[in-house]
């Protein structure tokens, strides 16, 4: 204490004779500025210290508001893991309960499995006939030939009292044996399949409808008569050479319609002469055209690429699409590749001599065909200038090569 206001008094002596001296040595206005530059240096000081000040409690108000902040958010994550903990419990609890499920528990979810698979499979024959319709008016043959040919399949499974050869059997009699109790849920059953089977002669006569049309032989690409063939196959179990005896049939009925019908209509107008070179000359473009067709339809344009008919026939959907909203179509999709096997091995490729004799006796029947219908035709032609005009419109028909363009662009 004593040493305080020693140092008190000292400090106090001190300021006392430098104000003396500032006195001696200065003058009053020199003193004046220095009072004002002192006191403006004490109130500078001042500010600078309340700034101090303020910062820092502004900085104390944050800290303290962040350091709630963090205290909130711990205690939730806190509440969220307590909860995560109870969530486990619970499941394990959950999942112990379900894995000592009772006998009659398991049987009642196997049963409605079941009848969910019965009913999906129901579903897809009751959507059949929509399908296949959509199908044939977009001349689609192939399309609805295979879509009635799996509803076949799921139809065999569906039914104990039916046989698919064996295959049915053997890919599905266990499941049809636990299946028996569940068909009388769906009654619709017995009357649907009758309405399916109708489509079976739809199919077939479209598809013949199509190789038989000639008005649209000319526009007519390859690929639908490929498709129409394809259909065939699959519908009537056709071999190779079924298929091509059929198109090339096809053709010679449409030669010879159209040899018929041109008997009265040929000269009706007027200018005979003119109107039998015509019908001549549609007759060798109608001749080669099938002749084409037939190379593109039966003939391998290389050992890996198999002819036109028989690869548009193996072509297919992929797996996933073949029985589309049933669950777990093993079976089916077992029977639709046994299906597929057994056609590849009864469509074998042709080769090009088999073709080329095919075509040769096609020739001759065309041949004979059209020297018995023309007979008429040619017993009214009066004048021998227009017996020439028709040999040479059918000469310059037959040495005219657009016809092959026309085969080979459309």
């Excluded at 084409?292 to 039966?298: E, I, K, M, R, V």
């Excluded at 056609?343 to 490729?349: I, N, W």
Aim: proline letters at 2%; one cysteine or more.
């Amino acid at each position: 204490m004593r040493g305080g206001k020693f140092q008190q008094k000292v400090v106090e002596d001190g300021s006392a004779r430098n104000s003396e001296a500032l006195f001696e040595t200065r003058s009053i206005a020199d003193i004046v500025a220095i009072e004002a530059r002192t006191r403006k240096e004490v109130e500078e000081k001042k500010e600078e210290l309340r700034q101090l000040v303020g910062a820092s409690y502004r900085h104390l108000i944050e800290s303290a508001d962040s350091i709630l902040d963090m205290r909130r958010s711990c205690e939730a994550v806190v509440r969220n893991v307590a909860a995560m903990e109870s969530d486990f419990s619970l499941l394990h609890k959950t999942i112990s309960t379900t894995t000592t499920t009772t006998p009659g528990a398991d049987a009642k979810r196997k049963r409605k499995e079941a009848l969910y698979a019965l009913g999906s499979r129901v579903k897809y024959l009751v959507d059949t006939p929509e399908k296949i319709w959509g199908c044939l008016d977009e001349r689609m043959f192939l399309e609805a030939a295979q879509r009635f040919m799996r509803a076949w399949e799921v139809h065999q499974l569906l039914s104990p009292s039916t046989s698919a050869g064996g295959e049915g059997a053997a890919a599905g009699g266990g499941w049809q044996a636990q299946q028996q109790g569940l068909m009388a849920s769906f009654p619709l059953l017995r009357h649907q399949w009758p309405l399916v089977e109708t489509f079976r002669t739809q199919i077939v006569d479209r598809s013949r409808e199509c190789l038989h049309d000639a008005s649209r032989i000319p526009a007519a690409g390859v690929e639908e008569y490929a498709a129409a063939l394809a259909a065939l196959a699959v519908m009537e179990q056709l071999s190779s050479h079924d298929l091509l005896k059929l198109f090339l049939d096809a053709r010679r009925a449409c030669l010879r319609s159209q040899l018929v019908s041109a008997t009265s209509t040929v000269g009706a107008g007027g200018g005979f002469a003119d109107g039998l070179a015509s019908l001549l000359s549609q007759l060798v473009a109608m001749i080669q055209l099938t002749l084409c067709q037939t190379g593109q339809l039966f003939l391998e344009v290389s050992s890996s690429d198999r002819a036109i008919s028989f690869a548009t026939l193996l072509q297919g959907a992929p797996q996933a699409q073949l029985f589309g909203g049933i669950p777990q179509p093993d079976r089916e999709v077992a029977l639709w590749h046994r299906h597929r096997e057994g056609m590849e091995a009864r469509l074998p490729s042709l080769s090009s001599k088999e073709v080329a004799e095919a075509c040769q006796g096609w020739l001759r029947a065309c041949a004979a065909d059209i020297a018995a219908e023309s007979r008429n035709l040619l017993s009214r032609v009066t004048q021998i200038r227009h017996l020439a005009q028709a040999e040479a419109a059918t000469r310059a028909a037959i040495a005219s090569k657009d016809i092959f363009a026309a085969s080979w662009t459309g």
